[in-house]
């Protein structure tokens, strides 16, 4: 070749002999000192071109082939023919349990299944199990695998013929209301708690989890409290899965980080559910320059063996060329056409590609393999990766959709494709991968498992053996930690505060986190997660005192680390590689993340590690619900914690900062439980319960707590009032009803609104004569499900006596009316209306928040305590304890406003 040829033009003006030198040099330079020392000469001399005024040209990409040359292949360490026809049986079986699943369930509404995700990542995942996914064993902590949620059939089929599932599990795919007898429809702990360690299939989910799971293993290593060196992670993502924000959104950290403990398989089918995903584009190519701009490792593998021939009969580069000129959608329709028409659009575009493939006849053009169905082609990458120091790896993998299933292979129908043809597909996909099934059986789609002393069956034990044993498979530790008890130091404080405390629960929330840090059986296993609000939240003081984690230390000096007379600060920004807090800057998601993989630490790591996260309430399930919904599949422990909460409360941030409504969003996640305390000590009864329920106890649920920002007087506990704390409401206080006084209301307040639900009691009883009730309410949440279970029991068992609630028990032989006030929406507390013996008003904060004073926002709102006032003598005049012609003087006297906007549309 030609130095012409070979710039193409490219470097007109430059004389040819004088870049053949220095070509020669290149050469030479590669010879004696390697391609790393090549690759550094290469960089000063950009950076000394860049310096004498030449811009360099940028990108960011390199050519659509393979990263790993076909010399630099490592030997294939496996037998290719017996780990085909494991790979073939798997196909198979996971076929044949969709499609079973599906013709038994038609009737009452097929139950679906996917079958082409797989299809075009089998070879991704067998090589995985068969030589890199390490399960967990005494002196290693298992590898961390986020199957694609979509693949799930082959890890059923797979675990079928490691003996893990029965048949009588696979013929039940999909039908899981009878626990422990079905599969759930994608990996979910919480349907299959000893199979499933992470929920994948709400897109996007899984890759940024994967992500602040392999820091959270850095993080347990470097705080010293377990060897976690060995494990890694591997996220199996879709290409289409990518365009999800989380999917992206956290990828620098992993970098930054230096987690090359991870690694992201990327199975680029080009397709997702309705088209191509980048019909005009190339979607390995925009991720590969998304992925190197970021700092990660990036490992294409485009192209099987078969191609290898054809590249080295390509000394000029134009089939390499041509590669990179062909968009996605077009490959896709390779996918769907004949040898003959390859041949045409794709080779004869060129006299001289046609010459390549000259010898090559339309068949076996037709059949040239994609690099995600050549297993070594695969096991090269994932060698490669697992030996990258420095930095995460991510590996471009091209598949083809429904691969080997003759009616979706390559077609725009394959997401959805679960039913076939017996006649045509079915026997096609058995010919093709040679499954032993007859024509006879064909129709009743068996499932086959190998002779247990088979070839098969030999070799598929012993590769699991070397690796630690099988997975996916979830191991829950049934260690209880100590648990300090409610006398304990951590939380006196809040039970007897001196007299005149004045306090908000945020501040009593930061005085428990710091005395249970501080103790000496639990205070290692706590994980303070706080995104950027730590001073927000009175919490700077945990900076110095417990370091922020940060795998560098700190390289710098803080601004804060003296006072301005010289003198050391005690409360400066501290990081350090055995840091305690997990600092997570301006990222509810990522903190979210970090929460899952503390929470999760006793069944993926066999240690209790207990994660509380604070956060601005406004930006926890509004922001990041669907994590906080996965965190609940995954039998998550730990205390989500909703700072500076309440519409009123929060009072000079406004409409995107006051929330109002995620008590009633935690109403609908069934593993948490939710409370709005007023008080510090119940703050502190409830969170020394929820360490007993999640750590002793060992229950598999997780605490919401609001927590708000007013300071408010802090009064000491009242005798006996644990159990009414939390199971939901208690008893406060009492004023003495007036002689002939018919109806006594009972007044329920909660959080930051009790003193005025107070305040309003101490008005009816001064100005009106009227004696009344007080009531914490601290969970509404609690008070309905007990209920709601005591009614179901009643319900379903009606000849026997029936069940009482505790909010029933409580309010016996009270009449009312009842009247509630929170910083809440109504929904909340409406929750209860069912069992309230008596008329019922709720008050709440239903309508957009805004910036004003906390009295003016509750008097917009109508939960003052005029407007409680105000609720209550309205109730009594409805029940006719009250003179209703009265009302609209008492309108006057309270100064309340009849004719201002509705809060709930203003």
Known sequence: MSVEDAVDGALHGIDPSELNDWFESLEDVLHRYGPERTQQLLVNLSERAYLRGVMMPFSATTPYINTIATEDQPRYPGNREIERRIKSIIRWNALAMVLRANKKTKAGGAVGGHISTYA????????????????????????????????????????????????????????????????????????????????????????????????????????????????????????????????????????????????????????????????????????????????????????????????????????????????????????????????????????????????????????????????????????????????????????????????????????????FDKDSSVKKFRDRFGVPISDADLDKLPFYRPAEDSQEMAYLRARREQLGGYLPERKPTTEKLDVPAIDDKAFARQLKPNEGTHASTTQAYGAILQGLMRNKAIGKYIVPIIPDEARTFGMESFFSTFGIYSSKGQLYEPVDKLLPDGSPSLMYYKEATDGQVLEEGINEAGA?????????????????????????????????????????????????????????????EGLQHEDGHSQVVASTVPTIVAYDPAYAYELAVIIQDGLRRMYAENENIFFYLSVYNEAIDQPVMPEGVNEGILRGMYKLKGTDSAQGQVKRPQLFGSGTILPGVIKAQSILKEKYGIGTDVWSVTSYNELSRDAMAATRWNRLHPTEAPKKSYIETQLAGAEGPFISASDNIRAWADQVREWVPGTYTVLGTDGFGRSDTRPTLRRHFEIDAECTVYATLHALAHDGAFDKARLPEVIKELGIDPEKVDPRTA
């Open 120 to 419: 075009s990542s089998a070879t991704l995942y067998e090589i995985g199990f068969n030589h890199f996914f390490h399960a967990k064993t005494a002196d290693h902590t298992g590898d961390m695998v986020y199957f694609q949620g979509h693949a799930s059939p082959g890890m059923y089929s797979r675990a079928f013929l490691e003996g893990r599932l029965s048949e009588s599990h696979l013929e039940n795919f999909r039908q899981e209301t009878t626990r422990g007898t079905g599969l759930s429809s994608y990996p979910h702990p919480w349907l299959m708690e000893d199979f499933w360690q992470f929920p994948t299939v709400s897109m996007g989910l899984g890759p940024i989890c994967s992500i602040y799971h392999a820091r959270f293993l850095r993080y347990m290593e470097h705080r010293g409290l377990l060897d976690t060196s060995k494990s890694r992670v591997w996220a199996f993502l879709g290409d289409g899965e990518i365009d999800e924000p989380e999917s992206l959104g956290a990828i620098t950290l992993a970098s930054r980080e230096k987690l090359d403990n991870l690694t992201w398989v990327v199975n680029c089918n080009l397709q997702r559910l309705d088209g191509p995903v980048r019909g005009n584009g190339k979607i390995i190519q925009e991720l590969e320059g998304a992925f190197r701009g970021a700092g990660w490792n990036v490992i294409k593998v485009v192209w099987g063996g078969d191609w290898d021939s054809l590249l080295a009969k390509d000394p000029e580069g134009k089939l390499v060329r041509r590669m990179g000129e062909v968009v996605d959608g077009q490959y896709q329709k390779y996918v769907v056409s004949d040898g003959a028409y390859i041949r045409d659009h794709f080779f004869g575009t060129d006299p001289d590609l046609l010459e390549i493939v000259d010898n090559l006849t339309d068949e076996q053009l037709q059949n040239l393999r994609r690099g995600g169905h050549d297993p070594e082609k695969v096991f090269a990458a994932y060698h490669s990766a697992v030996n990258h120091k420095g930095a995460p790896t991510v590996i471009l993998v091209k598949t083809i959709k429904g691969y080997g299933v003759a009616e979706a292979e390559g077609k725009n129908i394959a997401h959805n494709a679960k039913t």
């Open 592 to 652: 979210m993340g970090s929460f899952v993989a503390a929470g999760t630490a006793y069944a993926n790591l066999g240690v209790q590690m207990i994660p509380f996260y604070i956060y601005y309430s406004m930006f926890g399930f509004q922001r990041v619900g669907d994590l906080i919904w996965l965190a609940a599949d995954s039998r998550c422990k730990g205390f989500l914690v909703g700072g500076t909460s309440g519409r009123t409360t929060l009072n000079g």
